[in-house]
């Protein structure tokens, strides 16, 4: 019976370890890694929301149901508060000319699935020594075509988004930090969203802060995985798979090392 115990603790940790072999998912959205764009870049049809402002800058795209809201009216607040302390509401710094600021549908972005769907910051801090930007607050929502709000980052089962530096985002509309849906929000998602009927005229918002901004208009464009050559969200099943097989590995280890035999 004392045997049992050490190799329960021992499971436990080999499941955590697998756990967070992925860029462990805890917030709202989580950072996956830069994409680079070939050819005319990101841009094209696929921005949600382009914010300018030196210092910090906010701002906030939603749908009605018949038009862009764009600015304090389009704001989702009472979300947990973000760690830097700067949040999107109440927005004011959108870019509202040609193609800068617009809900796009899902059918725009490409994404068959929530396993698919990413959010791509691009910013514009014009090299040097202000290159530095910080993404303080973003969340991403989802409207019905009739505007009802089916969905938002904010009630993320990981909790709040976690503000990221980005010391020197190069590549303006063609260098992008890429983020992806938690993988416990991608379930829901694709319950909420992905699964109706008319999920491909679902509408896709976003409302992000970013603080130390200079220079042009920063961006977040819509997309999915593959048009940045990123892997689907991997299942929790697969790390679990992964687990298991560490534990297998683990433990035949100790047995070649010469473990007490039992018996
Ligand atoms: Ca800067
Ligand atoms: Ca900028």
């Known amino acids: 019976m004392t045997r049992i115990r050490p190799c329960r603790l021992l499971l436990s940790r080999v499941l955590i370890a697998g756990v967070c072999l992925a860029p462990c998912g805890f917030a709202g959205l989580i950072f996956e890694g830069v994409a680079q764009a070939s050819g005319g870049g990101f ?3 696929i921005t949600l929301l382009s914010i300018q402002a030196t ?10 149901g018949t038009t862009q809201v764009i600015g304090s009216a389009a704001c989702i607040s009472g979300y947990p508060p973000q760690g830097g302390g700067v949040s999107a509401p109440p927005g004011g710094d959108e870019k509202t ?3 800068q600021t617009q809900t796009r549908t ?31 607050d973003a969340l991403v929502a989802f409207y019905a075509p009739t505007g009802t709000l089916l969905w938002h980052s904010g ?19 063609t260098s992008g930090q890429v983020y992806r849906l938690d993988f416990a929000d991608v379930q829901t998602v694709q319950n909420l ?4 009927p008319d999920y491909q005229n679902v509408r896709v ?42 534990l297998a590995f683990f433990a035949f280890w100790r047995r070649r090392r010469g473990a007490p035999a039992d018996g």
């Not at 210092?55 to 009605?64: A, D, K």
């Not at 969203?193 to 109706?196: C, P």
């Open 43 to 45: 841009g094209g049809n």
């Open 55 to 64: 210092g910090t800058e906010r701002g906030c795209i939603s749908w009605n």
């Open 97 to 99: 000319g040609a193609n």
């Open 106 to 136: 899902i059918a725009q972005t490409g994404a068959l699935n929530a396993n698919q769907i990413r959010f791509v910051f691009n910013a514009n801090e014009g090299g040097g020594a202000s290159s530095a930007i910080t993404l303080a």
């Open 155 to 173: 009630l993320s089962a990981g909790g709040p988004f976690t503000p990221r530096t980005f010391l020197d985002p190069t590549g303006t509309g």
């Open 193 to 196: 969203v992905f699964n109706r």
């Open 205 to 246: 918002g976003i409302q992000f802060a970013a603080t130390q901004a200079n220079s042009g208009a920063d961006n977040f464009f819509v997309t999915n995985n593959a048009a940045l050559g990123f892997p689907e969200v991997p299942e929790p099943s697969t790390w679990i798979s992964l687990a298991s097989g560490l």
